[in-house]
């Protein structure tokens, strides 16, 4: 792979052998807070590191780039992906974020991602999978546990649900059997997947109806029949998933609440046989 294809962070860290004492110490302040180097100018971050502006502008050469605002630019356009290296500032690092303010991000997240989410909204959802064929739940890395916990949860009044992959699978063996009549949930929370364009492809070309759930960062997905932001900002290195946790919690509960009786009778059904086979 050539300079020009390598990511920052990579040319940053094969360059660090090889750095003098003054530049390999800005190169591991770069390695532990990348962001530093997106948000500020060549004169802040040699303040921020405790090295000289000439020692900024070697090593930005050593790196393989003509100025600093190209390095800044490519730094930036890193940051988009969603690392969460990018999200750690040094001013922070040695102290603590207080409970008050992971809460108050929480709830601002919380009222950012409901703010343009209607009850219609999310009536014609949970009844696109009451009434589907099937329905599929999609979520890799970070993603995998909210797709496992909504279909868990959907479970409870829709029969045919399955969370995919389950460990060990691919794709191609789900992907071929999608049909019009069915409903796809995909997370797509930070970091996505490098291939993600290709699976929302194919599930578009199946014609079945798409709810994509993603973090504020993801551009709007035009072939979906919904598509939910949740808002995931944080005071510290970590995504806030709050927002989407809350998401998964109202489908099932207005799932559960559209389903009326033939819900509740599923529900009876299964506390029956868990009191019946001592599994509880």
Same mark, same amino acid.
């Given at each position: 792979?050539?300079? =020009?294809?390598?990511?920052?962070?990579?040319?940053?860290?094969?360059?660090? @052998?090889?750095?003098?004492?003054?530049?390999?110490?800005l190169g591991e302040f770069v390695c532990d807070f990348p962001g530093e180097l997106a948000s500020y100018s060549g004169a802040?971050?040699?303040?921020?590191?405790?090295?000289?502006?000439?020692?900024?502008?070697?090593?930005?050469?050593?790196?393989?780039?003509?100025n600093y605002e190209e390095a800044r630019r490519h730094a930036r356009a890193e940051k988009q992906t969603g690392s969460r290296?990018?999200?750690?500032?040094? +001013?922070?690092?040695?102290?603590?974020?207080?409970?008050? /303010?992971?809460?108050?991000?929480?709830?601002?997240?919380?009222?950012?991602?409901?703010?343009?989410?209607?009850?219609?909204?999310?009536?014609?959802?949970?009844?696109?999978?009451?009434?589907?064929?099937?329905?599929?739940?999609?979520?890799?890395?970070?993603?995998?546990?909210?797709?496992?916990y909504l279909q868990w949860q959907m479970t409870q009044v829709i029969e045919n649900i399955v969370a995919i992959p389950a +460990?060990?699978?691919?794709?191609?063996?789900?992907?071929?059997?999608?049909?019009?009549?069915?409903?796809?949930?995909?997370?797509?929370?930070?970091?996505?997947?490098?291939?993600?364009?290709?699976?929302?492809?194919?599930?578009?070309?199946?014609? /079945?109806?798409?709810?994509?759930?993603?973090?504020?960062?993801? @551009?709007?997905? =035009?072939?979906?029949?919904?598509?939910?932001?949740?808002?995931?900002?944080? @005071?510290?290195?970590?995504?806030?998933?709050?927002?989407?946790?809350?998401?998964?919690? %109202? %489908? +099932?509960?207005?799932?559960?609440?559209?389903?009326?009786?033939?819900?509740?009778?599923?529900?009876?059904?299964?506390?029956?046989?868990?009191?019946?086979?001592?599994?509880?």
């Amino acid at each position: 792979m050539s300079r =020009k294809e390598q990511s920052f962070l990579t040319r940053v860290r094969q360059s660090l @052998p090889g750095l003098h004492p003054a530049e390999r110490r800005l190169g591991e302040f770069v390695c532990d807070f990348p962001g530093e180097l997106a948000s500020y100018s060549g004169a802040e971050l040699a303040d921020l590191a405790h090295v000289s502006k000439a020692t900024v502008s070697r090593f930005i050469r050593r790196l393989g780039y003509g100025n600093y605002e190209e390095a800044r630019r490519h730094a930036r356009a890193e940051k988009q992906t969603g690392s969460r290296l990018f999200l750690s500032a040094s +001013a922070d690092a040695a102290g603590q974020q207080s409970v008050s /303010a992971h809460v108050a991000q929480g709830v601002s997240n919380l009222e950012a991602t409901f703010l343009p989410v209607t009850d219609a909204q999310i009536n014609a959802i949970t009844r696109a999978m009451l009434g589907a064929r099937k329905v599929w739940v999609i979520g890799f890395r970070s993603s995998h546990p909210f797709a496992s916990y909504l279909q868990w949860q959907m479970t409870q009044v829709i029969e045919n649900i399955v969370a995919i992959p389950a +460990a060990g699978q691919t794709l191609g063996e789900h992907l071929v059997s999608l049909h019009k009549n069915d409903v796809v949930v995909v997370f797509g929370l930070r970091r996505r997947v490098a291939r993600m364009d290709l699976v929302l492809e194919q599930i578009q070309k199946s014609k /079945a109806k798409l709810l994509y759930i993603t973090d504020e960062g993801a @551009p709007f997905h =035009k072939s979906a029949s919904w598509h939910v932001r949740c808002q995931t900002l944080a @005071p510290g290195p970590l995504f806030n998933h709050v927002s989407v946790m809350a998401v998964c919690h %109202l %489908l +099932a509960t207005r799932a559960i609440e559209i389903a009326a009786a033939t819900g509740r009778a599923r529900l009876r059904g299964i506390e029956s046989l868990n009191d019946s086979l001592e599994e509880l």
